[in-house]
């Protein structure tokens, strides 16, 4: 009798769901909104408010009353404007960084690798990604030391003076690259690398090869072909991918710490005000900056359709 009533149950529910489709829906999709409207965007409008409150410089204490005095002080102090654009050009330039890389690696996965090869490509690109960020991080620390692989492979290689003279550059130099703005972009790249690879390679998967082929058909060099064919049809591709790699390395303040210099980036001043100093309301200014870049370029990014190759 269970086994007869079975079918009508599944049917009735079937039915009920088919009727109700969008009803449905909406019962699917009301956990996924609540937590995105209320815990994501309802912290980020928490976060926008603490900015409007200021710090008592004599007792410490966070004085709830509206007022745009932290964000007076935030624009007025060229020390603040400097940290905004000095992780802006980090940002960008190891952006600009992972898509050289990756371009090539995503095209070989994409044209040329297949089967096994491919499998191969990606486990390679993904395995990364397995391990500990703190463990690759440290890791890279003692490579770049002074006594570390990379001194080692300059020395063995004769070439001790080109890396004296990487570490004497003003602003990227330092006493070693573990202490450097040029350590910190190598790591920043190894790290967010396969964030770029990722999306370029499914965008380069869409590629038509019959457009290709036309192309050579037509008359059409490969440098020809790449540039007005490959490289557009890939432009979304690499704008997806650099989403990733702009705001991590906006976010990050960890690696700053263990490889960089004394000057600081706007995920430590983050850290430090939110902690150290206890100055919640100027943290939450430094806070609103990668919010506002983030939703500048993503939109941006929209019109170039990025998100069509996530």
């Known amino acids: 009798m269970t086994a007869a009533g079975s079918p009508g149950i599944g049917a009735g529910i079937a039915r009920l769901c088919w009727r109700q489709g969008g009803m449905i829906t909406f019962l699917l ?17 928490a ?17 709830y009353e509206p007022t745009l005095a932290t964000w007076r002080q935030f624009l007025s102090e060229p020390a603040n404007l400097d940290i905004v654009l ?35 490509l990606y486990v390679l690109v993904m395995l ?34 080109l890396l004296d003279a990487l570490l004497q550059l003003p602003v990227v130099g330092g006493p070693s ?30 590629v038509p090869p019959s457009l290709l082929e036309a192309s050579g058909d ?16 890939a432009l979304p591709g690499v704008v997806a991918g650099s989403i990733f790699t702009f705001s991590l390395t906006m976010g990050d303040y960890i690696l700053p710490y263990v490889i960089g210099s004394s000057r600081l980036f706007i ?26 870049v983030m939703a500048i370029y993503l939109t941006l990014a929209r019109r170039l359709g990025a998100f069509d190759a996530l």
């Open 177 to 206: 690259l573990s202490v450097s703005y040029l350590g910190m972009f190598l790591v920043f790249t190894y790290l967010w690398v396969p964030f770029m690879i990722l999306p370029v390679e499914a965008a380069l998967e869409r």
């Open 128 to 161: 990364p990604l397995w391990s500990s960020y703190l463990v690759k991080v440290y890791a890279w620390k003692l490579i770049l030391a002074r006594e570390g692989a990379v001194t080692w492979i300059f020395a063995q290689a004769g070439l001790p003076w």
């Open 86 to 120: 000095r992780t802006l050009l980090m940002a960008a330039a190891v952006t600009l960084a992972c898509a050289v890389i990756a371009f090539p690696i995503a095209y070989l996965m994409a044209r040329y690798a297949k089967g096994g090869w491919k499998a191969l």
């Open 47 to 63: 976060l926008l408010a603490q900015s409007f409150f200021a710090l008592d410089e004599f007792s410490g204490v966070i004085i």
């Open 267 to 292: 995920g430590q001043v983050v850290y430090l005000q939110q902690g150290t100093a206890g100055n919640v309301p100027l943290a939450a200014a430094f806070s609103v900056v990668p919010i506002v």
């Open 218 to 233: 037509l008359g059409a060099r490969p440098r020809t072909t790449f540039i007005k064919i490959v490289l557009p049809l």
């Open 29 to 45: 999709l009301l956990g996924p909104m609540l937590w995105l409207g209320i815990v994501y965007a309802g912290s980020l409008l």
